[in-house]
């Protein structure tokens, strides 16, 4: 089973729907967790960290749910802006990041 | 700050050939990493240091990569002889602390003929 595994999409979505993501990781003493963006062609940028509690930025709200092993990124009122790859991150107990293989998004108008 | 910046943005090589990657990651942190990014992998930690130190370079593939960072402010990743299937895209992320945040560099899009 891989670290950290993605669907790869892609979730082609019109404007204004919202869309939501899951990711599985397999490491239990996984200590923390984000949700990387990446734009076609350009480098990772970070989108958000991942708290126990859920955490919500805007129109983002990502979870965490440590029992089943899977994190959650939601997306509201979806932009064409938001088009881009989501890269789920793990950082294992080492301290280095786990990447999954993304998830593609595509928001048509 | 200029945020991590990479050179050359483009190598096209011929096989066997050495390559050399460079990065200059942000003034002040202290973790600097490798990855490489293809279609079918996905992105890949190669190795990544903590105060110019190797902290893990499991990831790297063989024995034609090497890595260096003499000083903090600068790495070089190596490959010789390039092969074909090294083709990817090359980059360089820098962190203050090694599980932080890491900001990417523009990356390095190397094609191996």
């Known amino acids: 089973r891989k670290e950290v595994e993605q669907d790869p999409g892609p979730f082609n979505v019109p404007e204004g729907a919202t869309v939501a993501f899951n990711c599985t990781y397999s490491?239990?003493?996984?200590?923390?967790f984000f949700w990387y963006r990446q734009d076609c062609r350009k480098e990772p940028k970070l989108l958000m960290s991942v708290y126990s509690s859920g955490n919500e930025d805007g129109r983002f709200t990502a979870q965490l749910n440590r029992a089943s092993q899977y994190i959650s990124l939601l997306i509201r009122d979806s932009k064409l802006s938001d088009s881009a790859t989501y890269l789920c991150v793990v950082i294992r107990s080492q301290g280095n990041l786990i990447f999954g293989k993304g998830t593609k998004l595509s928001v048509k108008p | 700050d200029a945020g991590v910046i990479q050179s050359p943005r483009h190598e096209v090589t011929e096989m066997g050939q050495e390559v050399t990657l460079r990065c200059k990651p942000i003034s002040g942190h202290n973790s600097l990493f490798w990855y490489r990014q293809t279609m079918m992998r996905g992105l890949e930690l190669l190795i990544y240091?903590?105060?110019?130190?190797?902290?893990?370079d499991s990831g790297m593939p063989e024995d034609r990569f090497s890595a260096k960072m003499p000083n903090a402010s600068f790495s070089t990743l190596k490959i010789q002889p390039s092969e074909p299937r090294d083709s990817a895209v090359y980059f360089c992320?820098?962190?203050?602390?090694?599980?932080?945040?890491?900001?990417f560099g523009p990356g390095t899009r190397l094609t191996v003929l």
């Open positions: 490491n239990s003493a996984s200590q923390s």
């Open positions: 240091f903590n105060n110019n130190v190797p902290i893990d």
């Open positions: 992320a820098s962190s203050l602390r090694d599980a932080g945040e890491q900001f």
